[in-house]
């Protein structure tokens, strides 16, 4: 192949990469696959974990592009958010539309090959994770649909394991739930202005950024709870509840780093430390299912 046509490709899927921010599937995949040992108690079959993941990169997509063809316009007047690489002209909505689509097909391409249940649950995985995409324009509780969007994932690894929809996994589920809702509610906090400006709905515009961080905090909280809650549902051992320890430690620090008059450290909030406690509760969450095995 021409180098100049390989390094366009290329040129072309970093672009794709960059659109869907692919580096933050950090964020919903390792509880996926904690979700999925916890189902298989030790290693799923590759198979199995195959799918999962192919699975879960296809919804991801879908729902990142998505999300950015609903918002192009909002993002174009959005200083923060103007040079994103649909309103900046990098990604044309031609192309998104079609990522978007394949993407689609894909997840549910994907669904159908793990099992029954999963195949049939996927239009409606895909209609929340899509429908998200609308829902500040009228409610501001669009925090929790955005946390529901990524707690379909362990519920998800999980029917892709067992074939069914436990408790277990429900606990796991609301725990990521609150998780998500908690910090977007802190990231919610730079567009306070903007928001309220354009007429969008969150907890920070309803209530000021004092009392939306109180929520967040209560949120993250009850989100701990609820992760020390699948570790008993699950038979898990003291690796895990020591992993959830880290988890709800690393909560409190994220708090620590955000005042309602310093926004400064939100991005490290959002990203560096939410990115350690996906990977770290996955990590402890192997390692104990292993160690039981």
Same mark, same amino acid.
């Given at each position: ?17 960059? +659109? ?10 390792? %509880?996926? +696959? ?25 919804? #991801?997509?879908?729902?990142? /592009? ?17 040079? #994103? ?20 097909? %894909? ?16 239009? +409606? ?26 707690? +379909? ?30 910090? &977007? ?5 730079? &567009?306070?202005?903007?928001?309220? #400006? ?12 004092? &009392? ?46 955000? #005042? ?24 402890? /969450?192997?390692? &104990? ?5």
């Amino acid at each position: 192949m021409n180098s100049g046509i390989l390094t366009s490709y290329m040129e072309r899927l970093k672009n794709y990469l960059g +659109l869907v921010r692919f580096h933050h599937t950090v964020f919903a995949l390792p %509880f996926a +696959l904690a979700s999925a040992a916890a189902a298989a108690r030790g290693l799923p079959a590759w198979r199995e974990t195959g799918w999962i993941l192919f699975c879960m990169v296809a919804a #991801r997509t879908s729902a990142m /592009t998505f999300n950015r063809i609903v918002d192009c316009e909002l993002d174009r007047q959005n200083p923060r958010t103007r040079m #994103r690489h649909l309103p900046a002209g990098i990604v044309s909505k031609k192309e998104a539309i079609f990522l978007w689509w394949f993407s689609s097909m %894909f997840f549910v391409g994907g669904a159908y090959c793990l099992n029954g249940l999963a195949f049939r649950l996927s239009p +409606l995985a895909l209609a929340i994770i899509c429908g998200y995409s609308y829902c500040k324009r009228f409610t501001s509780i669009s925090h929790f649909v955005l946390g529901l969007s990524l707690g +379909l994932a362990p519920i998800g690894a999980w029917v892709g394991v067992a074939g069914t929809i436990g408790w277990t996994s429900i606990a796991l589920a609301g725990g990521v739930l609150l998780w998500v809702a908690g910090f &977007d509610v802190i990231y919610a906090l730079m &567009d306070e202005e903007f928001d309220r #400006r354009m007429g969008l709905h969150s907890l920070v515009v309803r209530f000021g950024k004092r &009392d939306a961080l109180r929520i967040a905090f209560v949120l993250h909280i009850l989100s701990a709870g609820l992760i020390f809650l699948f570790g008993w549902l699950a038979g898990l051992s003291w690796i895990f509840f020591a992993g959830a320890i880290f988890f709800a430690a690393l909560i409190l620090y994220e708090h620590s780093l955000v #005042r309602p008059d310093d926004l400064s450290k939100v991005n490290i909030a959002f990203f560096n430390v939410n990115g350690i406690i996906s990977i770290g509760l996955f990590v402890f /969450t192997l390692a &104990d299912v292993l160690w039981r095995g």
